[in-house]
Each structure stands twice: as structure tokens, then as C-alpha cells.
């Protein structure tokens, strides 16, 4: 069977049409970020408002890191061309509806084309950078500058390339940028602002250039929120092929439900992304902080909060988990009860945001992996879950029961050791391995605490006690401020290691 960009007789005259034009289109947007996120939210938007005729640009898109090559190159296979497939529950009615979505203008790899990547810096009429990089991929590390050679930070490469431009165009104050950072991060263009001029200074870059990107440059805070559930399983992706006639290795699912929340000036924002116009679910808003809380706390959070405990007990996907009798009265009982109590929000409509989050949970169409939430888990915990915590111990209350045991799944899940092919590995309370995909600096640091356990006799609450320690993890010394907590973890462990082997 031919690939999906051999076949486009298979496409609509409107799908051949878009895709045709947009080789020809300016090059409006540089994407940080070859994912299937941005793909199934942001590319699709985009995708939305071309069909509209309202918007008119298209993307470079390049990936964050090495490791993205292989899928980078695949999308340039064909020529940039993916199939999304949205399917679920929208206001209680089944719908599923497919697209071939084509807004790529650009495709390529920045390690190997450097160059390319900075001529985009003299493209007069590129004005919108998306990212998404992972909680982990939007932190400053210090990195030297070396002619010729790839950044390899998202943040450094987006200070290069502003101040090529900023040197291109002798800082002209209409050639600054608008970024638009989707990584789950509160506050995510600030920090990316701050990432910038850090680097800014650590190269030696001259005062008059952090001056444009303050005042010429936007970075504006976001938040995202819609389920991408990425490539199906294969059964479902063969019987899909044969119906369309075309394969496409790029093929991308999600739920119908989108919103993205931008701190900004909509009636300027729109001039330049008509986003609202193409009756998106899109708000410009003066404050994030009620859309970043409830999404951040109860959706990401749930998911967080579910996902260690879940694989322990051998759970594949997020549906199944919600549906198990235990785990899923577990994670409504820990949000409705432990975690929206602690949030300066009207509780009514947390309650219901819950609700719908649940129903997204249980979609029928959604395999969403629990090993794909899993990737980072530490430094979602600290973003997701942890305020909760820190709020019981300021003001000195007992930590509820479900946290307790979602912060001893989260640990007991990173109970891991270095496998022969360098992955780091852990098991279930079955037995059944899984590998753990995170920082691995932390993981390093983290096996080596469990190895002393294990082979050392260190005992558990000794164990516990050093791992709350673990400043650069946590943000916080966690056993100094919680003196009780480490015992109560290593008592709900022993008693999850307890269970397995009754």
C-alpha cells in the first residue's frame, strides 16, 4: 500500500488544494516541537483557519532534540503531510472525523541544518514561535556558544536566532518576535524570557539587544489543554489504511475537546492569528491563573496522580485505570476531596471541571498510555501535585490518605536500576518490568539511593528520608518540612510490596 503522500487521490479537492499552496505560503510560524502534541492542537488550528481562508502563513517546524531525527525525517517524507483523527464524546454525541492536515512549509532537522535554521532569522515575515518541549526541555542549562555548532537547548536556540534577527534588522522594533511556549509550565513565557536573557548575558550579548527583546519581543504565558493521543494501536491503524488506501506512519489521534489560554491583547492577537475567528476554543484573557490552576491541578493532576500507581498494578491506559473499581474511586476521591478544597477557586465549578475531566478520562476512543504520561514524571509531580502538599504542611495538616499514597506510588514507580542497554528499568508489584523515561542525571541519583537500600540494608524510612532530601528533585527539603512523612511512605510501600506477594 502506498504512503500517504502517494496518494493523494485519496485526499479531498480541499485537501489537495491546501497542501498544494503551502509550499508557497510566507513562512509565518517556526515550531519547536515535531510531536504529536502540536501536531493534533496547535498544526491543526492552523490547518482550521487555512481552511477558512482567514489565515495565510505557513510553519517551519524543526525538532527540540537529537533523538527527534528519525520522526522529523519521516514527517519530511511526506512532505509534511499527516493524518489527524478526532474522535470521542462532543456534548454526548459520538463523532469521528479525519483530516489530512498540511501546514508545513518547512521540515528539517536544526543539529544538521544550523544554517537553515538561522537564515530563518532574516525571514521578514515569520512572526509566531510555538514550542513544546516538556516541562523538561524549558529550563535554562549552561552551554557554551561555539561557531558553527547547534544549540542544544529550545531556549538557546531561540536566543540565537533573535539575535540574528536582531543584528539582520539593526533591532528594528516591528521584526521582534511573538512566543507562544506550550510547555505545562505556570507563567511558561516568562520563564522562557528569562532563559533568554540569560543566555543573552552568558554569551556576552550587548545591552541594546536584551533591551529589543524585552520591549519588541512577546512572551506570552499559555495554557493547553487537549487529549493527543498520538498513533493508534495497530489494529486500529491497519483497518484504517485499508479504508483510506494509504498508509501514514505520522497518523495522530485526539479528543474533539481543545482550549488554549494566552495571556494577551486578543483584538491585536487575532490581526495576527485569527484563531477565535475560526471559532476555536481559544481565549485571550488578562489572567491565566483560573484556567492554569484548574487545568494544571485537576486534569494534569489526575493524570499524574493516577499514572505511577496505575502501572504498579499493571494498568496500560489512562481509560481502563478510571474504570478499575479501586485505582478510579482512588483518583475522583483524591481530586474532589484532597486537592480542589485547596484551591481559591468557586468549588461548584471545580466540581463539575472534574466531571467533564472524568468523561474525557473515559472516553471510548482513547487509548491514551499511561507510559507516555509517565515520561518526566518527577518534574510534572513538582508542577502538578506538590502545591497540594506543601499547602497541608504550611499549614500544618495532616496530609490526606490519597496523596500520601499517590507521593509513595510516585516513589515506589522510580525504584529503578540501570539496565545493560543503559535504560533505566523498574517492576511492577507484579514482577513485570517497565522502563522509566526521565532526566538521567536524576535517575542516576535516584537508582543509586534505592540500590543502598537494596544491596546496603539501608531501611526504608532511612531511604525515604533521602530521597525527600533531594532539594534539586523536590525544590524542597521535604523531610525537614514534614518530619513524619518519610515513615508514612515507607509504611504505605511496605505495604503495596506487602500485597504482591500475597
Known amino acids: 500500500m502506498s504512503t500517504i503522500h502517494l496518494r493523494k487521490d485519496k485526499w479531498t479537492e480541499q485537501q489537495k488544494q491546501l497542501h498544494e499552496q503551502v509550499s508557497q505560503l510566507p513562512i509565518k510560524i517556526l515550531q519547536i516541537g515535531e510531536g504529536n502534541f502540536l501536531r493534533g492542537f496547535f498544526d491543526w488550528m492552523i490547518y482550521e483557519s487555512r481552511k477558512q481562508g482567514i489565515y ?19 514527517l519530511a517524507k511526506q512532505e509534511g503531510a499527516y493524518t489527524l483523527v478526532t474522535r470521542g464524546l462532543d456534548q454526548g454525541k459520538q463523532v469521528e472525523q479525519k483530516e489530512v492536515i498540511s501546514v508545513f512549509g518547512a521540515v528539517f532537522d536544526p543539529y544538521e541544518y544550523w544554517e537553515q535554521f538561522l537564515a530563518l532569522a532574516r525571514n521578514e515575515s515569520l512572526r509566531i514561535v510555538v514550542s513544546n518541549t516538556t516541562e523538561a526541555g524549558l529550563v535554562y542549562r549552561e552551554e557554551q556558544l561555539q561557531e558553527g555548532v547547534a544549540i542544544q537547548s529550545f531556549p538557546g536556540k531561540l536566543t540565537k536566532l533573535l539575535y540574528e534577527r536582531y543584528q539582520i534588522f539593526n533591532g528594528a522594533a516591528d521584526k521582534g518576535l511573538i512566543c507562544l511556549p506550550c510547555e505545562l509550565l505556570e507563567r511558561n513565557g516568562d520563564t522562557l524570557k528569562t532563559c533568554v536573557l540569560k543566555y543573552s548575558d552568558d554569551w556576552g550579548y550587548p545591552e541594546a539587544f536584551k533591551t529589543w527583546v524585552v ?15 498520538g498513533y493508534p494501536d495497530e489494529a486500529q491503524a491497519n483497518a484504517w489504511f485499508e479504508e483510506w488506501g494509504y498508509e501514514d506512519t505520522q497518523l495522530t489521534t485526539a479528543e474533539p475537546y481543545h482550549l488554549w489560554a494566552i495571556e494577551a491583547d486578543g483584538s491585536q492577537m487575532e490581526k495576527i492569528l485569527p484563531l477565535q475567528q475560526a471559532g476555536l476554543n481559544v481565549h485571550w484573557v488578562d489572567d491565566l491563573v483560573p484556567f492554569q490552576l484548574r487545568k494544571v491541578r485537576i486534569l494534569n493532576g489526575a493524570h499524574t496522580l493516577m499514572t505511577p500507581l496505575a502501572i504498579l498494578h499493571d494498568k496500560e491506559h489512562v481509560r481502563e485505570t478510571m474504570e478499575d473499581e479501586r485505582i478510579g474511586a482512588f483518583v475522583r476521591q483524591t481530586v474532589e476531596q484532597e486537592i480542589i478544597p485547596v484551591m481559591p477557586m468557586d468549588k461548584q465549578a471545580l466540581q463539575q471541571y472534574a466531571q467533564d475531566v472524568y468523561e474525557r478520562f473515559l472516553n471510548p476512543f482513547i487509548r491514551h498510555r499511561l507510559a507516555d504520561i509517565a515520561m518526566n514524571s518527577l518534574s510534572k509531580f513538582t508542577t502538578r501535585l506538590l502545591p497540594n502538599y506543601l499547602y497541608y504542611m504550611e499549614q500544618q495538616q495532616s496530609i ?103
Open 56 to 74: 495565510d502563513g505557513a510553519i517551519a517546524v524543526t525538532q527540540p532534540r537529537l533523538h527527534g531525527k528519525p520522526k522529523i525525517e519521516a
Open 215 to 229: 520591549e519588541h519581543n512577546q512572551f506570552l504565558n499559555t495554557l493547553v489543554d487537549r487529549i493527543v493521543t
Open 400 to 502: 490526606p490518605s490519597g496523596l500520601l499514597q499517590a507521593f509513595a506510588g510516585l516513589i515506589r514507580y522510580y525504584k529503578v536500576s540501570q539496565a545493560e542497554a543503559g535504560q533505566f528499568v523498574g517492576k511492577t508489584l507484579s514482577g513485570v518490568t517497565y522502563t522509566v523515561r526521565d532526566d538521567e542525571a536524576l535517575l542516576q541519583e535516584v537508582a543509586a539511593i534505592w540500590k543502598q537500600h537494596e544491596q546496603a540494608g539501608q531501611s526504608l524510612v532511612d531511604t525515604m528520608t533521602e530521597l525527600l532530601g533531594k532539594t534539586n528533585i523536590w525544590g524542597h527539603q521535604l523531610a525537614e518540612k514534614s518530619p513524619e512523612l518519610a515513615q508514612q511512605l515507607a509504611d504505605i510501600i511496605e505495604e503495596m510490596e506487602g500485597v504482591s506477594h500475597e
